[in-house]
Nanobody, 115 residues
Framework: QVQLVESGGGLVQAGGSLRLSCTAS????????VGWYRQAPGKQRELVAI???????NYTDSVKGRFTISRDNAKNMVYLQMNSLKPEDTAVYYC?????????WGQGTQVTVSS
């Protein structure tokens, strides 16, 4: 069974940092593209960052230079290091894995940035 479980969200002041973690179950993790998405209240879910099997990373413009996505294939883990957080980063953050063409999602973790 392919599952994703996020952790690491919380409340932080503007300018602070958080590190999100995502634990993946199931085989072939190292072959999959992984990513982080977020959804703020009243808005659509948006891509934050993706990381391919070849460690090619892409970020949405609003987080470039502040967020870093990484993976540890030996542990089936995906991380999102978030620095210089802003109130507009407040959202539920979801881990994503593209498993043989199918999107697999975690349950989400809340990140709240106070001004």
């Amino acid at each position: 069974q392919v599952q994703l479980v996020e952790s690491g969200g919380g409340l932080v002041q503007a300018g602070g940092s958080l590190r999100l973690s995502c634990t993946a179950s199931g085989r072939f993790f190292s072959a999959n593209t992984v990513g982080w998405y977020r959804q703020a209240p009243g808005k659509q879910r948006e891509l934050v960052a993706i990381l391919t099997r070849d460690y090619s990373a892409n970020y949405t413009d609003s987080v470039k230079g502040r967020f870093t996505i990484s993976r540890d294939n030996a542990k089936n883990m995906v991380y999102l290091q978030m620095n210089s957080l802003k109130p507009e980063d407040t959202a539920v953050y979801y881990c994503n894995r593209v498993y043989f063409g199918q999107n697999v999602w975690g349950q989400g973790t809340q990140v709240t940035v106070s001004s």
